[in-house]
């Protein structure tokens, strides 16, 4: 498994930005699938984007435009740009690893808390 550290979230105003960074340790990081799911209280869990090791990415319908994710395979890195933040994007956001022919994310982070205000 991948362990994973993410960092970067805080309080911001609507209309301002964040970037988010995930830095995990294992060897299988270079060929895994990164991704940004997000957990707003007394919601579910929801996937926001994802990149995979040869840098295709995806995204959620509802961030996308304004939300950015990228890797540093030399730092085991991947960042979330948010921009154009709105209120109903406060949530807890988490990092997840899939191993390459894994098919599913089986480690994550702890999480990091963004707010944003109106």
């Known amino acids: 498994q991948v362990q994973l550290v993410e960092s970067g979230g805080g309080l911001v105003q609507a209309g301002g930005s964040l970037r988010l960074s995930c830095a995990a340790s294992g060897r299988t990081f270079s060929t895994s699938t990164m991704a940004w799911f997000r957990q707003a209280p007394g919601q579910e869990r929801e996937f926001i984007a994802a990149i995979t090791w040869i840098h295709y990415t995806n995204y959620a319908d509802s961030v996308k435009g304004r939300f950015t994710i990228s890797r540093d395979n030399a730092k085991n890195t991947v960042y979330l740009q948010m921009n154009s933040l709105k209120p109903e994007d406060t949530a807890v956001y988490y990092c997840?690893?899939?191993?390459?022919?894994?098919?599913?994310?089986?480690?994550w982070g702890q999480g990091t808390q963004v707010t944003v205000s109106s």
């Open positions: 997840a690893a899939s191993p390459i022919g894994q098919g599913k994310y089986d480690s």
